[in-house]
């Protein structure tokens, strides 16, 4: 990217400064030559001695001063700053042989001569410390020292076997001025905080984060003689150079031997250590900042090699190369590596833990290593089928975010399906899965072929069942659930209206909840009829109590219908009597679908004895129940009761001749027969001398029963017959009374018509529209129009007759004229008026004749 011709000799040594905008250069030609990077700014200075050191000022770019500082054979070292009237050279030290190296940090500038290291202040003008070359160290000619600032205060100096690291310590006051001032003291602002020997020779040396790198020169066992000649060796007896990793504690962290071309002929001075600035390192106190990647240059006369600090990803490789697949993935996990690198990793562990034969953990790992890439899953997927491991895998499966295509998913259905150690794994599949995801038929006839055999399961049916209801097939699914006697099945019925295919499963049904079958049962019975769940129940061979189910049936069949069940009335009265005795007296009295004898025959099995007093009793072995109540019961009330309800006066004799011989039964049944035997019957037929127990006192409460009884009924004969008066009295005079029909055509005029006929004609009179016809077929009975034709009121009697109020008034005034001989129309109407008003509130008239129907007056008279 750039060139410069800047020397006619060798280039001894370059500095760049902090910004990397000017690089300066020495030559065995005595010259030093600095070039600007991105200008044509050159500048050159002539020293005629060979230059082997230059250092520019980190600053250079941004100073006015262009200051470096330069050294070489003549053994002065300039410090060159531009004044104002030009460049000036000033001579900071000389007089201790050629300047071997030379290195400026901030305003620290270090240099290496025959003697030792000195550091000097360029910031106060002041030399502060000086160390002197180790002893025992080869000539600098021979084996040059190395000088390297690892921060602004530390630096490393490494020279023969001997490593050295400086700190120096600056104090700073604060200034009038509010700003920092260095105050500079003696030799004691250098601290040396690590020293250490080694057994090879320094070619080289660089920091490494906290750590030093080392290009290291093992010696021979000759090591005196390799110093006596700078040619190179023809012998060819010297080792592989090595880079090293060192701690200040001399630990060493790291060694690589470097198979350069010719080592076996090379001198430690011929190989050489650099390491390319990067990005703030000036500045961040010697540590790497993130996404700093120092390159580190191994120089040989014929090989460059180029070194870098092992990454994540280099590690992760080594690891993967040494099978270490666990430890690789959890450097990838860290995100130490590239998240390429993750699919890379992951797979090539998968491929590890399948040879090795650990499927189970293998399909843990896949959702870590296949993430959300859905071709990586269906790959494995159908690996694992291929292997018929599939079934380990189905629980890590994704469903989405990826979603797979659905063949994936049913193909995993599939290997649970057919691995009866997974069935219930299957089922938890099934229902955890979205439906829309795969498509439940090819399942469905992979399992149907299992139906019936031996790998057949529960959790298998369950899960058939369930990918039938996927599949919309809930009669096939109903039948799965049945077996298996799911208690939401009744729920499962009334969702999917499965009403018809109960029919077959009675007996499951009953024993997942009788009531709740019972009831479904009952309510379809249109459906399934009776004798088919009675059949069922009687078949079953399961381990159930199929009679009591039966009965819980049965019962609630006639409780609903007596009749529907009525063939299977003789096994309800056997269970009846099994499980709940006290329904059976009841069930007795209603049907009528029994045989009497044989439910006689269970009932004096059992002892059921009212049961057989009623059994008998409808036989008509009437004197065989009263036997029974009397002498097992001994209960006469019940005696009496039961005599009473046959209406046999023969049946009462019998009571009473079986009661004489004992006294007790005597007395209370005197107690109860008032009412429907004469007292005096039985006292007669009572032996003479029989004690019948507290005789007066039963003998004085018939005598008082019977008195009361007797007023009650005179008391309501009287009530009867006063009742008939009345009622007699009420319907007279209302039937005698006229109704007054309004005119139909015009209802408003009716009801003013209507209300001046009850206010002139008859106030109590009771106004209605009668819409039936009159016998007198809808005309007046006097003139026989129509009642529409003459626009006058009507009047209807509860006789049916109707008449217009005109030919009724004109008939009454007649037939008043032809009785009393005086009065006209107006005078027999004010005086029926008068009539009605004078009538009392018993219904009775005051006065004389009132209206009547004419028709029927005239027929009764």
């Not at 500048?43 to 082997?52: A, G, Q, S």
């Not at 159930?544 to 006639?558: G, M, N, T, V």
């Not at 065989?624 to 006066?649: K, P, S, W």
Request: charged residues 25%; negative net charge.
């Amino acid at each position: 990217v750039k060139e410069f011709a800047a020397h006619s000799a060798a280039v001894n040594d370059l500095s760049f400064d902090i910004e990397g905008e000017y690089i300066g250069s020495c030559s065995d030609d005595g010259s030093v030559v600095l070039n600007s990077l991105f200008t044509d700014e050159k500048l050159k200075f002539e020293y005629h001695r060979p230059m082997k050191a230059i250092a520019l000022d980190p600053d250079y770019a941004r100073k006015t001063s262009r200051r470096f500082v330069t050294g070489g054979l003549a053994g002065h070292l300039y410090f060159n700053t531009k004044k104002w009237l030009g460049y000036k050279d000033q001579v900071l030290h000389s007089g201790e042989g050629p300047i071997h190296a030379v290195k400026w940090r901030t305003s620290l500038i270090a240099w290496a001569n025959d003697a030792g290291v000195k550091v000097y202040d360029a910031a106060n003008d002041q030399r502060i410390t000086f160390i002197e070359r180790p002893r025992g160290t080869p000539h600098p000619e021979i084996l040059l020292p190395h000088l390297v600032w690892q921060d602004d205060t530390l630096l490393v100096i490494g020279w023969g076997t001997s490593v050295k690291i400086a700190a120096i310590r600056t104090n700073l006051n604060k200034g009038t001025n509010g700003t920092y001032k260095r105050v500079t003291s003696n030799m004691n602002q250098v601290d040396i905080v690590a020293s250490f020997q080694t057994s090879y020779y320094i070619s080289g040396i660089a920091p490494f984060a906290d750590a030093l790198v080392v290009l290291a020169y093992i010696p021979s066992e000759d090591g005196e003689k390799e110093f006596s000649s700078a040619m190179p060796s023809r012998q060819g007896n010297a080792q592989r150079p090595e880079v090293r990793i060192v701690s200040w504690n001399n630990d060493e962290l790291a060694t690589d031997a470097l198979p350069v071309h010719g080592f076996e002929h090379y001198k430690a001075k011929d190989y050489s250590l650099a390491h390319a600035p990067f990005s703030g390192s000036s500045y961040a106190g010697g540590q790497w900042a993130a996404g700093d990647e120092p390159i580190y240059y191994i120089v040989s006369p014929k090989d460059v090699v180029i070194a870098k600090p092992r990454d994540a990803e280099d590690h992760i490789s080594w690891l993967l190369q040494h099978g270490w697949h666990e430890k690789a993935l959890a450097a990838v996990e860290a995100g130490q590596g590239r998240s390429e690198l993750l699919d890379e990793v992951g797979s090539r562990y998968l491929d590890h833990l399948i040879v090795e034969r650990k499927y189970a953990e293998a399909a843990s790992l896949c959702p870590k290593l296949l993430r959300g890439s859905a071709t990586a899953w269906e790959r494995w997927v159908f690996h694992f089928a291929h292997l018929r491991q599939l079934p380990v895998l189905v629980p890590y499966m994704p469903t989405e975010n990826p979603r797979l295509r659905d063949t994936a998913y049913e193909v995993a259905l599939v290997a649970l399906a057919t691995n009866p150690s997974f069935h219930k794994d299957l089922l938890s599949t099934v229902k955890s899965w979205p439906r829309v995801i795969y498509s439940a038929l090819p399942v469905i006839s992979a399992i149907e072929p299992q139906l019936n055999t031996s790998s057949m399961t529960d959790a298998l049916k369950e899960a058939l069942a369930e990918l039938y209801v996927i599949n919309g097939q809930y009669e096939k699914a109903f039948s799965l659930y049945a077996d298996l006697m799911k208690p939401d099945i009744f729920d499962f019925i009334e969702k999917h209206n499965l009403h018809d295919s109960i029919r077959e499963k009675v007996v499951q049904l009953m024993m997942v909840d009788c009531k709740q079958a019972v009831n479904l049962l009952i309510q379809n019975r249109d459906l399934i009829a009776p004798s088919e769940v009675v059949s069922q129940l009687l078949n079953t061979r399961n381990k159930c109590d199929s009679r009591y189910f039966l009965h819980l049936y049965l019962h609630s069949l006639f409780e609903v219908n007596p009749h529907a069940g009525k063939d299977f009335h003789d096994m309800q009265v056997e269970l009846y009597v099994e499980y709940e005795p006290k329904m059976l007296l009841p069930f007795l009295r209603s049907s009528q679908h029994y045989t009497l004898e044989k439910a006689y025959e269970i009932c004096d099995r059992r002892d059921l004895l009212r049961e057989q007093v009623f059994i008998l009793g409808r036989m008509g072995n009437s004197k065989q129940a009263l036997a029974v109540i009397i002498n097992e019961l001994g209960d006469i009330e019940e005696a009496v009761e039961f005599v009473t309800m046959q209406h046999d006066d023969d049946l009462w004799e019998e009571l009473i001749h079986q009661c004489l011989h004992k006294p007790e039964m005597v007395g209370v049944l005197l107690e109860h027969t008032v009412g429907n035997l004469d007292p005096l019957y039985i006292v007669n037929m009572v032996p003479n001398g029989l004690e019948i127990p507290r005789l007066r006192d039963r003998l004085v409460k018939i005598i008082t029963d019977y008195r009361t009884e007797t007023s009650l009924r005179h008391g309501c004969n009287d009530i009867l017959k006063a009742d008939c008066v009345n009622l007699s009295v009420k319907y007279y005079n209302e039937a005698k009374r006229a109704v007054c029909l309004s005119n139909e055509e015009d209802d408003a005029r009716s009801k003013r018509d209507a209300s001046r006929a009850s206010q002139v004609i008859t106030p109590s009179v009771r106004n209605m529209e009668v819409k039936s016809k009159t016998r007198g077929g809808g005309r007046c009975c006097m003139c026989f129009d129509p009642f529409s034709i003459q626009n006058v009121s009507v009047v209807v009697f509860f006789c049916c007759h109707a008449y217009h109020t005109t030919c009724l008034m004109e008939s009454t005034e007649t037939n008043s004229t032809n009785k009393k001989g005086t009065g006209g129309p107006s005078e027999g109407l004010y005086e029926y008026e008068y009539e009605e008003e004078q009538e009392d509130d018993n219904g009775s008239e005051a006065g004389g004749p009132r209206m009547r129907c004419i028709l029927c007056t005239t027929a009764t008279s």
